[in-house]
């Protein structure tokens, strides 16, 4: 995202016609970022099933910030 950001104040306005390509560029990233962030949650969360549902687990000691 970065790259192409500063290729896009390199180029400034022409950067948002079709023929550069850059705005493709931008698009994709912007989805391939959200994508990633959407899989680290979805990671988070099976660590969090999986904490939970230890049989170990003591939800007061939890609650009470006691590790």
């Given at each position: 995202?970065g790259v192409?950001?500063?290729a896009?104040?390199?180029?400034g306005v022409?950067?948002?016609?079709?023929s550069?390509g850059?705005?493709?560029l931008?698009?994709?990233?912007m989805?391939y970022?959200s994508?990633?962030r959407?899989?680290?949650v979805?990671v988070?969360?099976?660590?969090?099933?999986?904490?939970?549902?230890?049989p170990?687990?003591d939800m007061?000691?939890?609650?009470?910030a006691?590790?």
């Amino acid at each position: 995202m970065g790259v192409v950001t500063d290729a896009m104040r390199v180029v400034g306005v022409e950067a948002y016609k079709e023929s550069t390509g850059l705005m493709e560029l931008l698009k994709d990233g912007m989805a391939y970022s959200s994508v990633r962030r959407r899989q680290h949650v979805g990671v988070r969360r099976l660590q969090l099933q999986r904490i939970l549902s230890s049989p170990d687990y003591d939800m007061v000691a939890a609650a009470e910030a006691q590790f």
